[in-house]
């Protein structure tokens, strides 16, 4: 009986933002002229201003919410440079910078290493494997969750194992649609999850449902809107619009869904998280 009296807090009281420290690349030069994923074609006409307003929409939605955001200047010739996400993971304060599998990217990475040594991050390495950065690893409190299959070489997850010193998990995708990991599989917070269960192998599907039992399930038709590709600070999750689903899956859980349209983007297979590499800062710099 005395249950009842306990007063229940309500889920949205539980989330906290916690604030966060980003970087970002405008998409100058952004445009479709290869095609290294299902979602890009060349033959379709792109528009390079429009990108740069939608980019322009997320880069101030994520200052407004407090984050500190610092921006990269986009290489010319390299069209792809928008998704800062592949350029490297960041975590305690250590940059490994990514190796790309197709060398229409490959130019990006001295780019990432000079700003990154620029920047304070003085130990920045390049992999020395096939590594796309946080769009293929993405960090929980408990582990990093590292994509394979399409671009990241699972030789490339030992290297980030030893160098972040925390437990790597391998995830293989199957699904080329969802190339990268963070475009079937988003960290909500520091131990919770969303995530399109087809895009993997039943294998790794069996090991996310035993650490994450209480994920939210995105189907087929969030998923193909790029509903995962999103980005959370613990209360706000930025996501496309389209994803109206998740949207609401999201809210019952007490988050804050924000929709943004990055439609211009989505043309080269990307969206919110692929625009968003986040830098851990290391634990002292913590404040
Ligand atoms: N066109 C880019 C590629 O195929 C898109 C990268 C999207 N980034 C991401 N983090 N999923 O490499």
Request: net charge negative.
């Amino acid at each position: 009986m005395t249950d009842l009296l306990v007063p229940v807090v309500p889920v949205a009281a539980r989330r906290r933002v916690r604030l966060r420290h980003y970087l970002m690349c405008a998409p100058a030069h952004y445009d479709v002229r290869y095609s290294i994923n299902p979602w890009m074609d060349p033959a379709k006409p792109t528009s390079t201003a429009l990108a740069l307003a939608q980019w322009e929409v997320l880069h101030d939605l994520l200052v407004s919410f407090g984050h500190r955001v610092d921006v990269i200047a986009p290489g010319p010739g390299l069209p792809d440079m928008v998704f800062a996400a592949n350029g490297a993971t960041v975590i305690d304060g250590k940059a490994l910078v990514a190796r790309f599998r197709h060398p229409q990217r490959d130019g990006e990475s001295a780019h990432y290493l000079d700003w990154f040594r620029a920047n304070g991050f003085e130990s920045a390495v390049q992999a020395t494997w096939p590594n796309e950065g946080e769009g293929d690893y993405l960090t929980t409190r408990r582990a990093i969750l590292a994509g394979t299959g399409f671009r990241s070489d699972p030789r490339a997850h030992a290297e980030a194992e030893e160098l972040f010193d925390r437990p790597v998990i391998r995830l293989d995708l199957v699904d080329p649609r969802y190339y990268h990991l963070d475009t079937a599989l988003a960290v909500l917070d520091d131990d919770e999850i969303m995530y399109h269960p087809a895009a993997f192998t039943p294998e790794s599907r069996a090991v996310l449902l035993g650490l994450f039992p209480d994920a939210i399930l995105a189907d087929d038709r969030d998923a193909a809107v790029f509903g995962l590709n999103a980005v959370s600070d613990g209360l706000h999750v930025v996501l496309p619009e389209a994803a109206t689903g998740l949207a609401a899956e999201l809210r019952e859980r007490g988050f804050e869904p924000v929709g943004v349209d990055l439609s211009e983007l989505l043309k080269a297979g990307g969206s919110a998280k692929c625009c968003t590499l986040e830098l851990r800062p290391a634990p002292a710099d913590r404040p």
